[in-house]
């Protein structure tokens, strides 16, 4: 079975920084894409940046410009969301999510991710 646990999430002001984690288990780690989504109030859910760990490349969304960075320890095999630089407009639900097919595609929608995490909370307000 496959499971993804979140962690890191909080009330922070603009201009703050947060890493939030996802620890898999019941899967192997480095094999298969994850991704980053998040979900504000009352909108669909939409692709932050993911990585099908097959060349090593990460692909982001246009919208973060930047400020976001996603990084792995296959050791503790959990993955992981650098957020620098947040904005109000950033405060949304962050979800991790893992597709168990392999593939050299870059998995953009939600739609491609058959497993999720249970999502954190993440709010920027001033």
């Known amino acids: 079975q496959v499971q993804l646990v979140e962690s890191g999430g909080g009330l922070v002001q603009p201009g703050d920084s947060l890493r939030l984690s996802c620890v898999v288990s019941?899967?192997?780690?480095?094999?298969?894409?994850m991704g980053w989504f998040r979900q504000a109030p009352g909108k669909e859910r939409e692709f932050v940046g993911g990585?099908?760990?097959?060349?090593?490349?990460?692909y982001y969304a246009e919208s973060i410009k930047g400020r976001f960075t996603i990084s792995r320890d296959s050791a503790k095999s959990t993955m992981y969301l650098q957020m620098d630089s947040l904005k109000p407009e950033d405060t949304a639900i962050y979800y991790c999510?893992?597709?168990?097919?392999?593939?050299?595609?870059?998995?953009?929608?939600?739609?491609?991710?058959?497993?999720w995490g249970q999502g954190t909370q993440v709010t920027v307000s001033s």
């Open positions: 990585n099908n760990w097959s060349g090593g490349s990460v």
């Open positions: 999510a893992l597709e168990p097919t392999l593939t050299s595609r870059s998995l953009t929608s939600a739609s491609d991710y058959r497993y």
């Open positions: 019941g899967e192997t780690f480095t094999s298969v894409p």
